[in-house]
């Protein structure tokens, strides 16, 4: 079954308002990636998080990686309704196996 | 410099017919992959090549069966076509495999009767 989680399913926001998702594995990861897919379109790659607790920071989107390498989230400071899509975490796990495998996404619905 | 190129983007199939959707990429990448989308289920991925003349199952390959005669090209065909085939394909490339960015298609959507 699907070992990488990602919570919640769909969150809808204000415009303006803060939105965070959450992707935890039930192995440790090599890495970790995050992509994000806007409606009707093909996921596109955001970021790579690689080391134990690290963060990267794209503008307003704020990337975590756990101390464990299990867990990782998404966190975007004010929204803008740019950031409609669904995102999704994509880890590779530490078993050897050459592949990602891709939480269920979720999809972040803004209100003007 | 098109990327990933995934013919065709829709199909209807009837129950128990065949097909093939085709993967190209032009960035001389090593490794390919064909996921499937379902609502709710995320990309999950079904067979996938680390180099040319190599395939490997991913989660779910029952059903699907690939080729990789060419490296720039990654073949997904479908035997015998079944409803629970019915979903949104993306194929996928990257230079690494261990750190490599996936690279998408546009998505190839198929639909079973």
């Known amino acids: 079954g699907q070992q990488v989680m990602q919570i919640p399913q769909y969150q809808h926001v204000q415009e303006g308002e803060d939105f965070t998702t959450y992707c935890n594995s039930s192995?440790?990861?090599?890495?970790i990636q995050w992509y994000k897919q806007r409606p009707g379109g093909h996921p596109v790659f955001l970021i790579q998080?690689?080391?134990?607790?690290e963060v990267k920071k794209q503008k307003r989107l704020t990337f975590q990686f756990g101390e464990a390498k299990k867990n990782s989230s998404l966190h975007i400071t004010a929204t803008q309704t740019t950031d409609v899509g669904t995102y999704f975490c994509?880890?590779?796990?530490?078993?050897?196996?050459?592949?990602?495998?891709f939480g269920s996404g979720t999809r972040l619905q803004v209100q003007p | 410099n098109a990327g990933v190129t995934q013919t065709p983007k829709f199909r209807v199939l009837k129950t128990g017919q065949s097909m093939t959707l085709l993967c190209a990429q032009d960035?001389?990448?090593?490794?390919m992959y064909w996921y499937r989308q379902d609502p709710g289920m995320g990309l999950r991925l079904i067979h996938y090549?680390?180099?040319?003349?190599?395939?490997a199952k991913g989660e779910v390959p029952d059903g699907y069966n690939v080729s990789r005669l060419k490296k720039q090209n990654f073949l997904l065909g479908l035997e015998s076509a079944a409803p629970s085939q019915t979903s949104v394909y993306f194929c996928?490339?990257?230079?690494?495999?261990?750190?490599?960015?996936?690279?998408f298609g546009e998505g190839s959507r198929l639909t079973v009767l």
């Open positions: 998080l690689v080391k134990s607790g």
């Open positions: 994509a880890g590779r796990l530490d078993t050897g196996r050459r592949a990602l495998t």
């Open positions: 090549s680390v180099g040319e003349g190599t395939t």
């Open positions: 192995t440790t990861l090599s890495n």
């Open positions: 960035m001389n990448h090593e490794y």
């Open positions: 996928a490339s990257s230079y690494s495999r261990d750190t490599g960015e996936l690279f």
